[in-house]
């Protein structure tokens, strides 16, 4: 998981005012965010021991397959504020 | 309140492709991208095919900043311990016009977003677009960054989620069996390393396809192109199968081990990672395709669902541009008619039914049904490799004879199995 916090700090990132995709409240332990741990190119999901989901923003690449992958139900999901987020230089 | 003749939401390939028709034909519109500077959100795997494009476009390539012709293809089936490799040259891609061209997309969008500037067009970025402005299901405009701006015409061009035209009602949300993930490193390489690496010449570039035991069984595959003095390496699969239990290890995992594959590592050893990113791609096809045209509305690339995987060939990026080319078109003809209703956007199918854009998606409707079989991922670059193994193979002992070796692997039912999936293939 190092490696690829290292390979996400290559990118160029403008701060994010406020996150832009959120687990809904409530539905932390919603099984359909697995589908989001797996999928996610980013790692920025984790499921705890307890069965309790959590999603690190910072990194987000804002390709979309959580929102694919678990849906609108249990992810708020929207694109970060103009000129913020990834910036990428090679594309 | 701001009115313009045309907006278009999303500069990528789509939308200033929209954008630099409709500037050339005098027609006011404005390009709203939520990056920091067009190109800055966009990502693809990096080859473009040129030859059905280049005429829409004439005068734009010359100058373009591409990275390398391709010259030499190559795919590869990876076993789990074996691969089976072919490479394919011909003179009709050693051409001074080339059929593809790798590129790495910031660097080509914005060149391409200068070139529309300059003909007066506008774009605006760091400018998100949250929502269509509807009146009696008509679109009327965009909401971006809290402010209202009307137009004529909306293209959304808004990449692969769709969400402007999810939101005006042309589309349901995505379906996880209809899109797959692509994630991919720009890894910096000599440029004369990458010469030698890949048997090519100066500004000669090579593509080159996995598939099998890297996805671990899913739907998808790798890729490799060369750039000027980098290569893009990438991995694509499938949303519905890696959200699944039973998948072998999450995608940035299947990525590392990708890279760690012996017919890899050598490839890119040496080379720094400069950049990690994913782009989401639409995998349906026909079927998936959105409704393309509404009242006020039109919607072309990825937004649309433009992107076909036919095995051999990965394109999205040519639908991409033809799309806007036909969608600026159809206003330019809705414009002289002084309505953007419907009925009169309908152009644009028409116009995308006549050209190669639908014309593909037609032929190839049943593609994507027949690439999700699972034996291409397992059981065929298994099947290939041990097969290749044992006539490759000289034992300590005596040699079967090569008659025995394939009767070994391809038996009866090998057979049957075969023969009931090329009755499928035979659909693409």
């Known amino acids: ?17 406020a996150p832009h995709i959120r687990i809904r409240p409530g539905m932390e332990r919603d099984p359909r965010l697995r589908a989001a741990a797996r999928a996610c190119p980013a790692g920025l999901y984790a ?25 609108t139900g249990v992810l708020e999901w929207g694109y970060p504020e103009g000129g913020t987020g990834v910036q990428f230089r090679f594309g | 309140m701001e009115k313009f003749d045309v907006i278009i939401v999303g500069a990528g390939l789509a939308g200033l492709a929209a954008a630099y028709t409709l500037a050339g034909e005098g027609v006011e519109v404005v390009v709203l991208e939520r990056g920091d500077y067009p190109g800055s959100k966009n990502l693809s795997g990096g080859r ?33 311990n074996r691969s089976f490799t072919f490479h394919y040259t011909g003179s009709e891609l ?55 701006l009307r137009a004529d015409a909306v293209i959304a061009c808004d990449g692969v989620l769709s969400l402007i035209p999810e939101k005006a009602g ?30 090519v010449g100066e500004g000669e570039g090579a593509a080159h396809l996995f598939a099998g035991d890297i996805t671990k069984g899913l739907f998808g595959g790798g890729f490799l192109y060369t750039n000027q003095d980098s290569v893009s390496l990438g991995l694509v699969i ?43 791609i639409p995998e349906g096809g026909y079927r998936a395709l959105s409704r393309l045209f509404g009242d006020g509305i039109l919607v072309a690339g990825d937004s649309a669902g433009f992107a076909l995987n036919l095995g051999f060939t990965v394109r999205g990026m040519e639908y991409a541009l033809a799309s806007g080319y036909f969608a600026a078109r159809a206003v330019i003809e809705a414009k002289k008619a002084g309505r953007y209703d419907a009925a009169t956007l309908a152009v644009y199918q028409k116009l995308l039914e006549d050209s190669f854009v639908l014309k593909d998606f037609q032929t190839f409707r049943d593609t994507p049904r027949v690439l999700s079989n699972p034996h291409l991922f397992g059981h065929y670059p298994e099947l290939v490799g041990n097969l290749m193994r044992d006539l490759y193979t000289v034992p300590a002992g005596p040699k079967s004879p090569v008659f025995t070796t394939l009767r070994k692997h391809l038996t009866l039912g090998e057979l049957w199995t075969m023969l009931m999936d090329a009755k499928e293939v035979a659909k693409i």
């Open chain 1, 1 to 17: 998981m190092s490696d690829l916090k290292a390979k996400l700090g290559l990118n160029v990132f403008k701060p994010l005012p």
């Open chain 1, 47 to 71: 499921e705890g021991a307890d069965g309790v989901f959590t999603l690190t923003i910072d990194g987000c690449l804002e390709c979309g397959t959580c929102r694919i992958a678990c849906g």
């Open chain 2, 48 to 80: 473009l095919y040129l030859n059905p494009v280049r005429d829409l476009f004439p005068g734009l390539w010359d100058e373009a900043p591409l990275e390398r012709a391709i010259v030499r293809e190559g795919a590869t089936l990876m076993a789990r």
């Open chain 2, 94 to 148: 050693r051409t001074d016009r080339p059929q593809s061209c790798s590129i790495l997309r910031s660097k080509f969008d914005r060149w391409f977003a200068e070139r529309v500037e300059e003909r007066g067009g506008m774009i605006l970025p760091k400018t998100l677009v949250t929502d269509p402005v509807l009146e009696n299901g008509k679109v009327c405009g965009v909401i971006a960054g809290g402010d209202e």
């Open chain 2, 170 to 199: 042309l589309r349901a949300p995505a379906r996880p069996h209809d899109y797959a993930v692509g994630v991919k490193e720009v890894i910096r390489l000599d440029g004369q390393v990458i010469n030698d690496r890949f048997s």
């Open chain 2, 238 to 280: 499938s949303i519905e199968d890696i959200s699944k239990e039973e998948a072998a290890g999450d995608a940035p995992a299947l990525f590392e081990a990708f890279k760690a594959r012996p017919e890899i590592e050598p490839l890119i050893r040496g080379g720094e990672t400069m950049e990690y990113g994913a782009h989401v």
